[in-house]
Nanobody, 113 residues
Framework: QVQLVESGGDLVQPGGSLRLSCAAS????????MGWYRQVPGKQRELVAQ???????YYGDSVRGRFTISRDNVKKMVWLQMNSLKPEDTAVYYC???????WGQGTQVTVSS
């Protein structure tokens, strides 16, 4: 059974940092692009960042320079380091295995004072 399990979401003040984790099981991530997406109620899910199997990262315009995506193929883990968080970063964050089009259940990030 394929599972992607996100963790690390929390309530944080503006300007703070969080690190999200995505643990994959039942599937290899070694040959797949992995991504982080986010969604707020009433809006479409949007791409935050993705990283290819070769380690090339791409970021959405709104997070470039503040967020960093990384991966460990052996541990089957993907991370999203989020710095300088803003209230508009508040959303449910999802991990995605693009090769198999698998999604995690999401983790809530709330940025508020």
């Amino acid at each position: 059974q394929v599972q992607l399990v996100e963790s690390g979401g929390d309530l944080v003040q503006p300007g703070g940092s969080l690190r999200l984790s995505c643990a994959a099981s039942g599937i290899s991530i070694s040959f797949s692009t992995m991504g982080w997406y986010r969604q707020v109620p009433g809006k479409q899910r949007e791409l935050v960042a993705q990283i290819t199997d070769g380690g090339i990262a791409y970021y959405g315009d709104s997070v470039r320079g503040r967020f960093t995506i990384s991966r460990d193929n052996v541990k089957k883990m993907v991370w999203l380091q989020m710095n300088s968080l803003k209230p508009e970063d508040t959303a449910v964050y999802y991990c995605r295995h693009l090769g198999g089009n698998y999604w995690g259940q999401g983790t809530q990030v709330t940025v508020s004072s």
